[in-house]
């Protein structure tokens, strides 16, 4: 059973920046494509940002050139620079791993911008 624990979210101003982290429990990251998520109070879920197994990147509109996600194979862990924060980027932020056949979700962390 695969096990993704969240960290890094918190209270940021508007243009501002965090770093958030998925601490995965094993080296799945050849097999799974990692994803993180957000779902805001009344809106659906929603991709914002993906790795695949072989390292490639893709982003909605809504965050390309302001988030960035990466890896770090020897520490199983993904993470998610988020970079000029606006008002509308507060959601609960998901780490996702899609391996194939099986399908895992941390259990998310807050994010909050606001002045």
């Known amino acids: 059973q695969v096990q993704l624990v969240e960290s890094g979210g918190g209270l940021v101003q508007p243009g501002g920046f965090l770093r958030l982290s998925c601490s995965v429990s094993g080296s799945i990251f050849s097999v799974c494509a990692m994803s993180w998520y957000r779902q805001a109070p009344g809106k659906q879920r929603e991709l914002v940002a993906v790795?695949?197994?072989?390292?490639?990147?893709n982003y909605p509109s809504s965050v390309k050139g302001r988030f960035t996600i990466s890896r770090d194979i020897a520490k199983n862990t993904v993470y998610l620079q988020m970079n000029s924060l606006k008002h509308e980027d507060t959601a609960v932020y998901y780490c996702?791993?899609?391996?194939?056949?099986?399908?895992?979700w941390g259990q998310g962390t807050q994010v909050t911008v606001s002045s």
């Open positions: 790795i695949t197994s072989s390292g490639a990147t």
């Open positions: 996702n791993a899609d391996c194939r056949d099986n399908d895992y």
